[in-house]
C-alpha cells in the first residue's frame, strides 16, 4: 500500500514537471483581459437592465443606438458565420422587434422605452 502511494507522487511529480507554467507577463496581460471583459460586461448588464427610459425607440436618440446597434450585430454575425446574408438577417431582428413595438404599441403618450429587460417589462405592463 504505502509502495503505491509513493509511486503515485512520484508519477504526479513527474506530470507536474511536464506543465508549462505561464510567465509573470502572460499572467498580467491575462488578468487584465479578464478585468476589462468584466467591466465591459457589468456596463452593459447595468446599460440594458437597469435602465427604464432610454432609449426612447420612436425619437431621434433611438434612431442614433439602433443603427449602430445594427452595423455591430452584422459585422459580428458575418465573422462568425462567413456569410454576409445570414448576418444581415441576423442584424435586420433589433429594428424588426422595434418597428412590430411601434406598431402594435402605437400610444403616442407612452411611446417604447428601455432596453433589455426593461423594455421586455414595459411591454408586459402595458
Not at 506543465?19 to 447595468?46: H, I, Y
Not at 437597469?50 to 445594427?70: C, D, E, K, Q, Y
Not at 452595423?71 to 458565420?81: C, K, N, Q, T
Request: glycine share 4%; hydrophobic share 55%; aromatic share 12%.
Amino acid at each position: 500500500m504505502i509502495a503505491q502511494i509513493k509511486k503515485y507522487i512520484q508519477e504526479t511529480q513527474l506530470e507536474w514537471q511536464k506543465v508549462s507554467k505561464p510567465d509573470r507577463k502572460e499572467v498580467q496581460s491575462n488578468t487584465l483581459v479578464v478585468l476589462v471583459a468584466c467591466a465591459c460586461l457589468g456596463l452593459f448588464l447595468w446599460f440594458v437592465d437597469g435602465n427604464t427610459t432610454f432609449p426612447n425607440w420612436r425619437s431621434l436618440h433611438g434612431a442614433v443606438v439602433m443603427v449602430p446597434l445594427i452595423v455591430a450585430v452584422f459585422l459580428i454575425s458575418r465573422v462568425i458565420l462567413q456569410r454576409w446574408r445570414t448576418a444581415l438577417l441576423i442584424s435586420i431582428v433589433p429594428l424588426a422587434f422595434v418597428l412590430l413595438l411601434a406598431y402594435f404599441f402605437n400610444d403616442p403618450d407612452q411611446p417604447p422605452m428601455g432596453f433589455g429587460m426593461s423594455l421586455l417589462r414595459w411591454i408586459f405592463t402595458q
